[in-house]
């Protein structure tokens, strides 16, 4: 028995500070990966922080994809970061406000 409570705790030790999700909930709206940044825009609203994180090649690395991160909260107590790559939301990270 203590062995199950000791290994419940080492496992909220290595518990990541940050959790990806699918889906964002903007009031009503419901924004998902791979939404264009206009419906993200519209469904949310301005963000917070927009910032340039950087390029990406295509595939055929002929072509460049600009990489940003949109910003929005602190809504309860976190952040919600959403990442996208050539307009495209490819990620969705939800951090505590420190």
């Keep these: 028995m203590r ?3 000791l290994l419940l705790a080492l496992s909220c030790l290595t518990w ?5 999700a699918d889906t ?3 009031g009503s709206q419901l924004v998902n990966t791979g939404d264009r940044a206009f419906e993200v825009e519209r469904a949310c609203g301005e963000p917070q922080i927009r910032d340039l994180v950087g390029y990406a090649l295509s ?3 002929r072509r460049e994809a600009v990489i940003e991160e949109w910003v929005y909260g602190p809504r309860n107590g976190m952040f919600n970061i959403l990442t996208f790559e050539a307009n495209r ?6 951090r505590r406000a420190q």
């Excluded at 990541?16 to 990806?20: E, F």
């Excluded at 939301?89 to 939800?94: A, G, S, Y």
């Design 16 to 20: 990541p500070a940050s959790a990806w």
């Design 59 to 61: 595939p055929n690395e």
């Design 3 to 5: 062995l199950r409570y």
């Design 89 to 94: 939301l490819i990620r969705i990270e939800t």
């Design 24 to 26: 964002f909930r903007c």
